[in-house]
């Protein structure tokens, strides 16, 4: 029983006084407690892999702001890294793997993570600690990459560029390509179940290179594998399914394919209208966004004030939204900008959630809480 | 007259023998006759500022493959530069200005192209020397950048971001941004008109970062000042206008309203889909593209041709195709992959125009040649 449900009950469509809002990096480098602890405790890695270090920074920014979930500290590699690829990172570079998929041997030979408690062990131990300080205030979202964006850095070994690899091995060997999806979906089903049951309220697939998918490849390579975790993990959490959040940068368009999935929410970036959205998905789903966060570099209160209303009358009237960015903080963003959205949205949004209970919530069949 | 028509007939979609083909940067790196004249001759600026090289580049990749059109060799920051921000190159990173619009005060005082005959001299000029080098054998593309896409570099300062600049300009003074677009879209068009007048015989937009704007913005920021455009050509080209494509990268979603922009193809990436694009736009324009330029890397004659039939089947059988990639040829393309696309192109695509004449073009109001 959460003190704060409101995530928990967009997510189901039903009523809440305010739209819950939270925003995806919201641990992480914008916060000068984190650059301390970084100066003083190690690298990224070094704090992902500590459980500790995971818990303290999944809660700074809750101790600042009035969110309405925590997203545990981790990265989407991890999953790669456990399969043995060995994670880096390069300062200001970005992420790479020392042993990428360089052959069709390494992939053909790729099996889905079996002792990922083991190797996994420090999300899971984070999770626990994380939930267990959160004393049932809000909720925690446990969170992983999505095959093909996984598969996107374990065959190009890094990011920054356009993946290029992982293109080219799709349009020349697309069965080889469907082998490493499936692989990874069955580990990332694993994986996301494991964060359930180490206290992970709700879930989310990040598939942030979704928007580099030609068009034929949509289905097989973002929303089947997609479909398959979904329905892994609503099968493994029955008869109270995890809600599940589905974000795939730059995919917009495909927002009803994407509900097909089963999931709960849909993750929107900043160049989708939630207006246009939520017509198309006829609020069988929840939608999550989708603020541009250029906005929170702006000097400009009024500005931001008013680009944070605009993405509310988007929504406009009804449950089913969920306050974010369309895309990470960015790590130059200040601190009061933050707060500023996080404020705005709970003073404003009231209006838009008056006399749902009426209303109700359309065809919402999701499990009461 | 042209002796081959083909992208004439398909931008008014009227029957062809053959899909017509071109590439986007077909004269270009991936050419050693083009690294030659590098070496040789000067760097990209020069060149592009040189009439005769500028026909030189052109027709090289004609004389190699059986091309349906020729796209005049220059760059779409050539308005700016005109405009006084100074363009540069540095290598391996891409262009800069020397002079970005910085402050407020530059915005507004910035004012449409008047003496664009004199500043852009160098294009017109490489466009006459080169339809009369062509001999009518194709027709000759004119193009110009879209006005979102200049104001982000413009603005920026240079490429290789997520232009953050005009994003946040765009959030914080919208009436600023419509003033900077409005004054692009004159210029642009005046510009475009003179291409014409100097005999390109169609004329193409390239909106490569529309795929970055948050979709409130996206009727003020793209889809309106291309409308302007479009009018103003087709008014000043008037009984016979001029065909002009708008290639909107990344905004294959918004492929309707696109549409009432007034141009008579839209150019796709390689993540939308020819045939869903072709049943929302109902075949009242022509659909350009394509391929993924990721496709042209690799060393598997069998895939490029299997990908190749994909997109051709994608599209289907009726007129208004033009085979072309969803983005630029990549600087590492192996040549003979071009010739591989081209040719399997025109090998391939007969079957789909069989029996043409009979079924007629749908709406199609366009001016016969």
């Known amino acids: 029983m959460l ?14 006084d305010k739209t819950p809002v939270w925003m995806m990096r919201q641990a992480g480098r914008y916060l000068p407690e984190y650059q301390a602890l970084r100066q003083s405790a190690g690298d990224f890695i070094t704090l992902c892999q500590n459980p500790e270090f995971v818990t303290e920074i999944t809660l700074q920014p809750v101790r600042r702001f009035e969110l309405d979930a925590a997203i545990i500290f981790s990265d989407i590699l991890v999953i790669p ?9 390069i300062a200001g570079e970005g992420p790479y793997f020392q042993r990428p998929l360089h052959r069709e041997h390494d992939i053909q030979g790729l099996r889905a993570l079996v002792d990922l408690e083991d190797r996994l062990h420090y999300v899971m131990e984070g999770i626990h600690l994380t939930t267990t300080a959160l004393e049932e205030r809000i909720p925690l979202i446990g969170f992983a990459g999505a095959p093909w964006t996984l598969a996107c850095y374990m065959l190009e070994g890094r990011g920054g560029g356009n993946f290029l690899k992982a293109r080219m091995l799709l349009a020349e060997k697309p069965a080889l390509m469907q082998h490493l999806l499936a692989v990874l979906a069955e580990s990332v089903a694993a994986f996301l179940y494991q964060q359930w049951r180490s206290g992970a309220s709700v ?10 998918l030609p068009g034929w490849a949509m289905d097989m390579c973002c929303i089947d594998p997609i479909k398959v975790i979904v329905s892994e993990l609503r099968r493994r959490t029955f008869p109270e399914p995890v809600p ?5 940068k730059g995919a917009g368009q495909h927002c009803t394919e994407l509900m097909r999935t089963g999931c709960d929410a849909l993750g929107l970036d900043w160049t989708t209208s939630l207006g246009w959205a939520k017509e198309q998905t006829q609020q069988r789903v929840a939608l999550q966004g989708n603020l541009d966060p250029a906005v929170l570099l702006l000097d400009d209160i009024p500005a931001i004030h008013a680009q944070v209303d605009r993405v509310l009358a988007d929504y406009g009237a009804g449950p089913g939204h969920i306050f974010n960015l369309g895309h990470g903080i960015m790590p130059t963003t200040p601190v ?5 959205v996080v404020d705005r949205v709970h003073e404003q949004s009231s209006a838009f959630h008056t006399g749902q209970e ?3 919530c359309g065809t919402n069949t999701a499990i009461d809480f």
């Open 3 to 16: 003190v704060n449900d409101r995530l928990l009950r967009a997510l189901h469509r039903k009523p809440v």
């Open 81 to 89: 890294d456990a399969m043995g690829l060995g994670l880096d990172f």
């Open 203 to 212: 879930l989310m697939l990040f598939d942030s290179w979704a928007g580099l």
């Open 244 to 248: 599940i959040i589905v974000f795939c």
């Open 336 to 340: 009061s900008n933050v707060q500023c």
């Open 358 to 360: 009426k209303h109700g």
